[in-house]
């Protein structure tokens, strides 16, 4: 369902962001982002070239990462096609500093040490996010499928990580019932009978 009636209003800039997971015949897994920003109307650059149409990107970047099912980073290439300035895509050869890290709990800080401020680009490491949560979907069933009659020694990654995983709900209380923290069924529960 869309969201509500806006009141008049015009379109002035567009950011489209696409993620695509891929499995490869050799047991990886390659995962790619593309960023594109366009505006509606002709806008100077900031580096002094021809002006940009509408719809021209102001920014056009590219990020692959190749993950195994553990979620390590086996190779990473960024690309930038268009930026702000003629220079923007100098800093992409960085992105390989993310060789040998794990998409999961710490993340994040892990993205910042290597890629923060000025050792990246801030367009380039948003898109991050969103890639490595692409990750995880992609890789969902082929992880499942890996660990498949190996008893879950550890809370899985989800778990109260959203409103429907909290470890006190009936999601979590049918998906992993060892790690549910709610009420117990009682006897007259259908689901138990």
């Given at each position: 369902?869309?969201?509500?009636?806006?009141?008049?209003?015009?379109?002035?800039?567009?950011?489209?962001?696409?993620?695509?997971?891929?499995?490869?015949?050799?047991?990886?897994w390659d995962i790619e982002a593309h960023l594109k920003d366009t505006k509606t109307y002709v806008h100077t650059r900031r580096s002094g070239d021809p002006p940009r149409q509408p719809g021209q990107p102001v920014h056009d970047m590219w990020i692959r990462l190749t993950i195994?099912?553990?979620?390590?980073?086996?190779?990473?290439?960024?690309?930038?096609?268009?930026?702000?300035?003629?220079?923007?895509?100098?800093?992409?050869?960085?992105?390989?500093?993310?060789?040998?890290?794990?998409?999961?709990?710490?993340?994040?800080?892990?993205?910042?040490?290597?890629?923060?401020?000025?050792?990246?680009?801030?367009?380039?490491?948003?898109?991050?996010?969103?890639?490595?949560?692409?990750?995880?979907?992609?890789?969902?069933?082929?992880?499942?499928?890996?660990?498949?009659?190996?008893?879950?020694?550890?809370?899985?990654?989800?778990?109260?990580?959203?409103?429907?995983?909290?470890?006190?709900?009936?999601?979590?209380?049918?998906?992993?019932?060892?790690?549910?923290?709610?009420?117990?069924?009682?006897?007259?529960?259908?689901?138990?009978?």
């Amino acid at each position: 369902m869309p969201l509500s009636p806006s009141k008049p209003r015009k379109p002035i800039h567009t950011r489209d962001i696409q993620c695509i997971g891929y499995e490869r015949d050799d047991g990886l897994w390659d995962i790619e982002a593309h960023l594109k920003d366009t505006k509606t109307y002709v806008h100077t650059r900031r580096s002094g070239d021809p002006p940009r149409q509408p719809g021209q990107p102001v920014h056009d970047m590219w990020i692959r990462l190749t993950i195994d099912l553990d979620m390590v980073i086996h190779d990473a290439e960024a690309r930038t096609d268009d930026g702000p300035y003629p220079t923007c895509g100098d800093i992409t050869p960085n992105f390989k500093r993310l060789i040998g890290v794990k998409i999961g709990p710490g993340w994040r800080l892990e993205v910042g040490q290597r890629l923060g401020r000025t050792q990246g680009c801030t367009h380039l490491v948003e898109l991050l996010w969103p890639l490595a949560t692409t990750a995880f979907q992609a890789t969902g069933r082929a992880r499942e499928a890996k660990n498949a009659g190996q008893p879950l020694t550890k809370p899985p990654y989800q778990l109260n990580s959203c409103h429907i995983y909290k470890d006190d709900s009936e999601w979590t209380r049918m998906r992993w019932p060892q790690f549910y923290t709610g009420a117990k069924k009682s006897v007259n529960d259908p689901e138990t009978t």
